[in-house]
Structures are given as structure tokens and as C-alpha cells.
């Protein structure tokens, strides 16, 4: 077999379908849906893979929690990760975390 095709496909079967035009779903490397619970956590799902660069933890509690105070939107920021980290794979993780950045 060759080779360089065998590791695309296996690439290729490790990703996520992430679907945000239509009904928002996503799709583990299986095929079975693992779509976040929350609309905020779906909302930071989509946010992060369309903007493809990380963000920081302000500004997405900014973007998507703007009518509550600087505590409660940073709180609510760490329960949709919480809900983002635990989707799916336990060994695959969907977001990348840093102190600062998403």
C-alpha cells in the first residue's frame, strides 16, 4: 500500500465534521453526533474554528456574554469549555486551552 495515502486517510478518519449552516452538528471521527448541549457552548465552537487563531478568554466572555458582569460572563466562559472538553473522545481533546487564550 502506499504509504503517504494510508497516514492522509488516517488524518482524515481522527477529524471532526462540524456542521454551522443549517441545523449545528457535530460529528465525531465515527460518525456519531457529539453536538455540544448549550447553544453558548456551540456558539464558542463555532467562533473558534471559523476564526481558525485562538481568542482570549476576555474577549470571548465579551462576545458572547456582553449583558452580564465581568465575573459572571468569565464564569459562564468556563462552564461551556467545561461542556466543550467533555464532548466526545476522552483522549481527543476539541479545544486547546492556555491561561490566557481559547
Partial sequence: MNKPF?????AADSRLRLRCLGRFQLDDSGGAEITPRTRKARALLAFLALSRRPASRDQLADLLWSGRGAEQAKSSLRQAIFELRHLGDEQASLISLGRDEV
Fill in 6 to 10: 494510508d497516514e492522509r486517510r488516517a
